[in-house]
């Protein structure tokens, strides 16, 4: 089992910056890749970025790309998200994800991870 708590969200005005960081703990070793998404009520949870334990390969959709940035530090198995110049549309609460299972894809489909952490709200204002 992979625990993932989440930490960093909060309230912003537009174009500020937020770090969200995940902390992973239990069987580390066996994650392949994890993840952000989000969230909002009534919508399906959407993806923000990716980025596989070992090489660090990343991926993003076009709505973040250039503003989001995911990294890792595999010595403290944290997951962090640089988000800039955020929008009011950037609301929502985020989540923290990992996987086990390897793939040449780019790991931007939610049913494929199987851990989960709570989830930190992100609020935007105009």
């Known amino acids: 089992q992979v625990q993932l708590v989440e930490s960093g969200g909060g309230l912003v005005q537009a174009g500020g910056s937020l770090r969200l960081s995940c902390a992973a703990s239990?069987?580390?070793?066996?994650?392949?890749?994890m993840g952000w998404f989000r969230q909002v009520p009534g919508k399906e949870r959407e993806f923000v970025a990716a980025?596989?334990?070992?090489?660090?390969?990343?991926y993003y959709p076009d709505s973040v790309k250039g503003r989001f940035t995911i990294s890792r530090d595999n010595a403290k198995n944290t997951v962090y998200l640089q988000m800039n110049s955020l929008k009011p549309e950037d609301t929502a609460v985020y989540y923290c994800?990992?996987?086990?299972?390897?793939?040449?894809?780019?790991?931007?489909?939610?049913?494929?991870?199987?851990?989960w952490g709570q989830g930190t709200q992100v609020t935007v204002s105009s």
């Open positions: 980025i596989k334990r070992l090489g660090g390969s990343t």
């Open positions: 994800a990992a996987r086990t299972a390897i793939t040449m894809m780019t790991m931007a489909s939610s049913g494929e991870y199987e851990y």
């Open positions: 239990g069987r580390t070793f066996s994650i392949y890749g």
